[in-house]
Structure formats: structure tokens, C-alpha cells
């Protein structure tokens, strides 16, 4: 079997950053992460069990240029409209100017933003998985208008920005054809959505994407130097047997693999590093 299970989930992605102080207020002031472990260098932010994003302090590394591949967006996922209305009004009050669009995709509502180190960020709720729509085996999305003192007016009360998880991870990179021979061929992801063969959108188990990748601003790029940013993009498995089989069918994939009996990291064609294992932290 050459996808990947079902009901797999995203863990928490890397950020290396440069004011670690800064970056934590926004995502736990702002976005409504708790701190779930202090880490050499650095912090492990999430919610109960659920890891999200791991800060690590890098104040050497220079920041990508705008047209490099790597982080597009991380996006944080809420279990209800009134937990999402408040973390969009938490970030917007906090961080004036960092909001940068927000839209109705027809399978969720999401509010984009930039962290103070210029990482995107998307805060979302899903719609129900009923009222997705699914054509010739591609999921139906859009991009249409959202506005958003009229989602807060409708949504926003006492509830606190409490954001869950990791819904999904969108990264920039240089080709979509070579993003599908690494993300669905070899990873073992399924294509929800190729958009105009300028962005994928992938995922396992009919989800509408756990990742997507697109070229709008990266097309051609090279591989990535280390720089502040992006350090890694965890997959969380269900179990030891899928991390046992996957890590099977990826030593046969011709790929350089970093395998410690407990996780398996490669890089994407652009130095992008995956990570795959049991647990939702590469920490």
C-alpha cells in the first residue's frame, strides 16, 4: 500500500525564530496557544495533548528572501466559530496590521495573518464534512469573500482563543509537478485539488488537504539555505506497524532518509524538512 493511513494527523510544525520572546507572545497572547513544555532554546506550544508549533531560538540565521521556498502558511485549526471569532479579534487587537485577508473556501472560513517574523499564518474552522462537494475526485474550493466584522459581529462572546491543532501546513516551492512526484508518489498523499497546476492540495483519508503547495511566489526556486523560518513539518502516524510500513516503502523510494526507530525525517526537493512518527513533537 503505497498512501499513507486514513488517520494520520499534522503535529507541531518548527519555527526557528529570531526573538523568541516576541514570537511566543503571539502565538500564546494572540493566537491562543498554551506552553506545554520549555525546551532548550526554545518552546513547545500547544493545547492538551495536541503539540502545534515548537519555536526554537536561531537569532544567527538571516530570513528567507520573498521568493524562496519554505513556509507559506501554518494553519491553526478551532473547534468552533466562537473559539476562532476570538482568536481573529485576540491577534487583530494585539497585532494591528498583521491581518492579511480572510476568505470563505466553501469547505472552511479562514482568516490569514503574518507573525511579527513575517511567517504566515492561518487561523480556520472547518465546515462539515457533509457539505463538502467533490467532483471527478477533487474536492470543490474557492477563495470568496469573508468579511470580517461581520463573522465577529455573528460569532465573537465570552469565549477565549482557544486554537487545537494544526489543521494543515502550505508551503511554497519552485515546481507543483516535481510536489507531486515527492508529497503524493513517494509520501504517499492523495490529490484533493490541483489548482491550475499553480498550487496542490493533498491529504489522507478525504480530509480537504493536511498540505498544500503552490508556486505564486516561489516558482523555480532552489533549494532552501538555512535561514530563519521553517524547520520542519511533522506527520503524526497512528501506530507503530504504519510508521514501520511507511518506513519500508520510503527506503525503497530512493530518497536520503534520516530513520531513528522513532522517526523518519527527508527533505523535500527544496530542503523542506518532513517528518514523520508517533508523536505530534520532533522535539
Known amino acids: ?48 495533548q495536541n503539540a502545534a508549533l515548537l519555536l526554537q531560538h536561531a537569532p544567527e540565521l538571516k530570513h528567507a528572501g520573498p521568493s524562496d521556498a519554505g513556509l507559506f502558511h501554518t494553519a491553526f485549526l478551532f473547534d468552533t466559530q466562537a473559539e476562532l ?29 503574518d507573525d511579527p517574523e513575517g511567517n504566515g499564518v492561518e487561523l480556520y474552522f472547518d465546515r462539515e464534512r457533509s457539505s463538502w462537494s467533490w467532483q471527478h475526485g477533487q474536492i470543490s474550493m474557492d477563495t470568496l469573500p469573508l468579511d470580517p466584522n461581520n463573522y465577529l459581529a455573528k460569532h465573537l462572546n465570552s469565549q477565549s482563543a482557544i486554537a487545537s491543532k494544526v489543521g494543515h501546513v502550505h508551503l511554497s516551492v519552485g515546481n507543483i509537478a516535481q510536489a507531486q512526484d ?6 504517499g498523499f492523495d490529490v484533493t485539488l490541483n489548482w491550475g497546476g499553480t498550487a496542490l492540495f493533498v491529504s489522507a483519508g478525504g480530509y480537504h488537504h493536511h498540505m498544500a503547495m503552490n508556486i505564486w511566489r516561489s516558482r523555480g526556486a532552489s533549494v532552501r539555505q538555512q535561514t ?17 510500513a511507511i518506513g519500508e516503502r520510503l527506503n525503497d523510494s530512493g530518497l536520503q532518509l534520516r530513520n531513528d526507530g522513532e522517526k523518519i525525517s527527508l527533505d523535500d526537493p527544496w530542503g523542506n524538512q518532513v517528518t514523520l512518527s508517533t508523536s505530534a513533537t520532533t522535539a
Not at 487583530?92 to 472560513?109: I, K, M, N, W
Not at 515527492?182 to 509520501?187: E, G, M, Q, S, T
Open 1 to 48: 500500500m503505497n498512501t499513507l493511513p486514513a488517520n494520520i494527523s499534522m503535529g507541531a510544525v518548527t519555527l526557528r525564530v529570531a526573538d523568541l520572546d516576541a514570537m511566543l507572545r503571539y502565538y500564546r497572547d494572540g493566537v491562543g496557544l498554551e506552553i506545554l513544555s520549555e525546551i532548550p532554546g526554545g518552546y513547545i506550544l500547544g493545547r492538551g
Open 85 to 113: 471569532a476570538a482568536a481573529v479579534a485576540s491577534v487583530a487587537r494585539q497585532y494591528p496590521g498583521s491581518f492579511t485577508g480572510s476568505a470563505d473556501h466553501l469547505v472552511s472560513e479562514a482568516f490569514y495573518f
Open 182 to 187: 515527492f508529497y503524493v508518489n513517494k509520501l
Open 228 to 244: 530563519l523560518g521553517l524547520g520542519d513539518v511533522s506527520i503524526v502516524l497512528p501506530d507503530a506497524d504504519s510508521f514501520g
